[in-house]
């Protein structure tokens, strides 16, 4: 980033930022290991999380593995109750 002492200009500052232009460019479309990934668009792969574990915005998340088998289980469940599932995501789910 730069010097707050020597920036007055907080947003020219970050505008200059190479971790800032990082963020902004940032797609799950362009990280690697996600890019061929059938369940990047539901995903999310957290930057924040990402980062705080690898260091690298552009990998994939640690938990990658169990979001696979969540995403897969998740589409299990939706081919035998599909109609259960879309009352569930609109707020239509009876429990009882
Ligand atoms: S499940 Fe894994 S590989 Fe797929 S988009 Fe998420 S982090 Fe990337």
């Known amino acids: ?5 020597e920036e007055n200009n907080l947003e020219s500052m970050i505008n ?3 971790r800032a232009k990082e963020l902004r460019e940032r797609n799950v479309r362009n990280i690697e290991p996600c ?6 668009m539901f ?4 930057p924040r999380e990402v980062y705080s574990c690898t260091g690298n915005v552009y990998d994939k998340i640690p938990q990658c593995i169990f979001q696979n088998n969540v995403f897969e289980a998740l589409i299990w469940e939706f081919g035998k109750n ?8 609109i707020g239509e789910y009876d429990e009882n």
């Open 82 to 89: 599909q109609e259960g599932i879309m009352k569930y995501l």
């Open 43 to 46: 995903c999310g792969v957290c």
């Open 1 to 5: 980033m730069g010097n707050v002492n």
């Open 16 to 18: 200059k930022s190479k």
């Open 35 to 40: 890019k061929k990934c059938e369940w990047k």
